[in-house]
């Protein structure tokens, strides 16, 4: 049971290129979650999704766009990176049912856009 | 607007000095309240969940409580494995979805 995986690890853009980050969950979780953490900002939420096929804005969507096209993959997008994207990117999956179900987070991906 | 404010930023103890960390908050009608430990280069890894006043969880050296605007962490005794950044979050009724967390507390405890 790997959990929350997420892909890559790293990666460093230049200003203006494009990339997507992977994230994939084996729990079988409806709920999955995109964040960004900034140094004393803490997560903030950018999309999250409550199902196969939907998605919905967050706190701060501005120049991303995601992706559930299957249950248990949660695609982030890029389509033109700019330095403010620099941050570490958490994904996170839950249960449905309750909603107090805990979230539980991938590794992170750290992104760097020069 | 929902808002999570921890303090302190940082604290530094020594092995054997117990502490707690705050988490106040302000949200339209609380659902719940989380506490997240993270390690450096990790993902935060889930704690506890609080639902109302009053409330307190124990998990080993931890001790979460939950009052009408705050919550606290309480460490007893810490150990140096005990050393990570804490996360509090709130999950409000209206957007029930949604997570929203605080910036943190970075706990070290020196041996």
């Known amino acids: 049971n790997a959990g929350v995986t997420q892909t890559p690890k790293f990666r460093v853009l230049k200003t203006g290129q494009s990339m997507t980050l992977l994230c994939a969950q084996d729990m079988n979780h409806e709920y999955m979650y995109w964040y960004r953490q900034d140094p004393g900002m803490g997560l903030r939420l950018i999309h999250y999704s409550v199902g196969e096929g939907t998605t919905a804005k967050g706190e701060v969507p501005d120049g991303y766009n995601v992706s559930r096209l299957k249950k248990q993959n949660f695609l982030l997008g890029l389509e033109s990176a700019a330095p403010s994207q620099t941050s570490v990117y958490f994904c996170?999956?839950?249960?449905?049912?309750?909603?107090?179900?805990?979230?539980?987070f991938g590794p992170g991906t750290r992104l760097t856009v020069l | 607007e929902d808002q999570v404010t921890q303090s302190p930023e940082a604290l530094r103890l020594q092995e054997g000095e117990s502490s707690s960390l705050n988490c106040s908050y302000t949200v339209s009608g609380l659902r719940g309240l989380f506490w997240y430990r993270q390690d450096p280069g990790k993902g935060p890894e889930f704690l506890f969940t609080l639902y109302s006043a009053g409330e307190e969880k124990e998990k080993e050296r931890l001790k979460a409580t939950l009052t009408k605007k705050e919550s606290f962490l309480h460490i007893t005794a810490p150990k140096p494995e005990d050393s990570a950044t804490y996360l509090c979050a709130v999950q409000a009724f209206q957007g029930a979805q949604k997570l929203v967390f605080g910036q943190g507390t970075r706990l070290t405890i020196n041996p």
């Open positions: 996170a999956s839950r249960l449905a049912g309750d909603l107090l179900n805990e979230q539980f």
